[in-house]
C-alpha cells in the first residue's frame, strides 16, 4: 500500500475556489411566517389586555369626581386615552373625562375595549391611600374575564366588574352657548358655599363688561358682580340669565376644585351651563338650568 502525502487543496476543496453548495434548511419567508406563527399565539394567549399605573392620589380625585355623578360607569379604553360619560339618574348633570395616555405614568392597552366599573368600591379601595402610594390597575380576560386586579401601596386587591352591555351609553349633546369665561375657580366654589346656606338654586347674569352671580331667600341674599379684572378670558355680547342649582353645581365644583386651578364656564339664556376644565387631562360638565315658574 502506497502512502499518499496530506494534500490540504485535495482534501478541503473549499481552499481552491470548489466549494460545494449548501443549501439552507429554512429560508428568509419561513423565518417571518414563523415569527407571525409565534406572535398570533402570544397575542391569543393573552386576551383583552389592560395596564396602567398612577399615583394613587391622582385616581383618588378622578374617580371621586365621577363620584360626584354616578356610582358606576362604563370606561372606555383605547391606546391613546381613557374616556368616560356618565349622568346622574335624575338626567340633570352630565360629565365627560378623558385622561390621555401622556397624562399616566405607565399605560398599555392591547386593543380597544370598555369595562364597567363600581365608582363607589374604587373609592372605598382609595380611601386609606397615600400620597406616595401608586395605583395599578390590570385586566387581563385570560386570567379572569369578570375582574380587574388594582394594586395600591402594600395592598392587592381584585375587583369583580360590571356587565359594561347593562350601562348606559350617553351620547353628548352639541349645545352652541354665547357667553365664554375663564376664571379661577376659587371665586366660583366661595360663592357656593355662601350661596349654600341662603338657597337651593343661584342665579348666574352675563352682560358685556360683567358677570352678576345671586342667591337670595324671603330675608337674605348674597350677591357678587366680577369685571373683566377677574377674568382670565371673557366673551359675552349681550345680557344672558340661567338659574342652577346650588346642590349640584356646589357638589361638582368642590370636586374639581382639587384637580384644578382654572374654570371655564358658557351659558346662555336658560341653557345648560357647560363648565370644562383642563390639565393635561379635560372635565366637561353639563348642569341642567332651573326654569323660573310663572
Known amino acids: ?20 453548495e449548501i443549501k439552507p434548511e429554512i429560508n428568509i419567508k419561513d423565518i417571518h411566517d414563523r415569527i407571525e406563527d409565534i406572535k398570533q399565539t402570544t397575542d391569543n394567549e393573552i386576551n383583552e389586555f389592560i ?9 383618588k380625585k378622578i374617580f371621586k369626581t365621577i363620584g360626584c355623578i354616578s356610582n358606576e360607569t362604563k370606561i372606555s379604553f383605547t391606546k391613546d386615552k381613557i374616556k368616560t360619560v356618565v349622568v346622574d339618574p335624575a338626567n340633570i348633570m352630565m360629565l365627560t373625562l378623558e385622561i390621555p395616555n401622556t397624562a399616566i405614568e405607565e399605560y398599555y392597552i392591547k386593543k380597544d375595549m370598555s369595562l364597567g366599573l363600581d365608582i363607589d368600591k374604587l373609592n372605598y379601595l382609595l380611601k386609606t391611600s397615600k400620597k406616595t402610594d401608586m395605583f395599578k390597575f390590570v385586566y387581563d380576560a385570560k386570567k379572569d374575564i369578570n375582574k380587574s386586579f388594582i394594586n395600591i401601596g402594600l395592598f392587592k386587591h381584585s375587583q369583580t366588574l360590571i356587565d359594561s352591555e347593562n350601562l348606559p351609553n350617553p351620547k353628548i349633546p352639541n349645545i352652541l352657548l354665547p357667553v365664554k369665561i375663564k376664571l379661577d375657580i376659587n371665586i366660583l366654589y366661595d360663592f357656593l358655599i355662601q350661596a349654600d346656606n341662603i338657597s337651593d338654586h343661584i342665579e348666574i347674569t352675563a352682560e358685556k363688561n360683567k358677570l352678576t352671580l345671586h342667591a337670595e331667600n324671603n330675608t337674605d341674599n348674597v350677591t357678587i358682580t366680577l369685571t373683566r379684572d377677574h377674568f382670565i378670558s371673557y366673551q359675552c355680547d349681550s345680557r344672558y340669565k340661567s338659574l342652577f342649582s346650588v346642590d349640584y353645581m356646589l357638589n361638582i365644583i368642590k370636586q374639581l376644585k382639587t384637580l384644578f386651578t382654572d374654570i371655564e364656564l358658557k351659558i346662555g339664556n ?14 366637561k360638565v353639563l348642569l341642567a338650568p332651573r326654569i323660573e315658574s310663572e
Open 1 to 20: 500500500m502506497e502512502y499518499e502525502p496530506y494534500n490540504p487543496y485535495k482534501q478541503n476543496p473549499c481552499l481552491n475556489g470548489n466549494r460545494p
Open 270 to 283: 336658560d341653557n345648560p351651563i357647560e363648565i370644562n376644565c383642563d390639565n393635561g387631562y379635560t372635565v
Open 51 to 59: 395596564n396602567f399605573s398612577h399615583s394613587s392620589s391622582f385616581f
